[in-house]
Every structure is written in C-alpha cells, then in structure tokens.
C-alpha cells in the first residue's frame, strides 16, 4: 500500500470540499427556480381566479337578462307557439 502523508490527505480533502462548494451552489440554484415557479404559480392562480369571478359575473348578468325577457315577453303576450 502507498504511503499515506498528510499533504496527500490535505488534497483530498481539498478535492472533496470544492465538490461540496460546487453542490451547495447547485442546491442554492435549485432553491431560487423553485421558489421563481411558485411566485409564477401564485400569479397564475390569481389569474385564473379573477377569470373564473368574471366569467360568474357574466352569468349572473345573463340570468337577468334572461328572466327580464321573460317578463317582457309575458307583458307582450308573446309566445313560441306558432299561432294559427
């Protein structure tokens, strides 16, 4: 077996500490998309609420419409029914 002396140890450990340098960039790198994504999720999610509120909105203005034809038509005495 090879003699083993403290510099051979002293660059080793050199070695494996600039490995570990580089992965906690890494993870750092990791860390800050991840949190980018769930910042664009959350904008994206406001959205779709806000579309989804909207499109309700519509609806509930449909509806009025809809029943305010109805009294109309009940007014004017108008019918679907063909009439002979």
């Given amino acids: 077996m090879a003699d083993v002396t403290a510099e051979l140890m002293f660059e080793a450990l050199r070695a494996i ?3 570990l340098a580089q992965g906690d960039g890494k993870i750092d790198e990791l860390k800050q998309e991840m949190q980018a994504s769930r910042t664009s ?3 994206i ?3 779709i609420t806000g579309v989804f509120q909207e499109i309700s909105s519509i609806h509930a203005t449909l509806v009025r419409h809809e029943h305010r ?3 109309i038509e009940g007014r004017l005495e108008l019918s679907d029914a063909p009439t002979p």
């Fill in 17 to 19: 500490q600039a490995r």
């Fill in 69 to 71: 034809f109805d009294r």
């Fill in 41 to 43: 999720q959350n904008g």
């Fill in 45 to 47: 999610r406001h959205e």
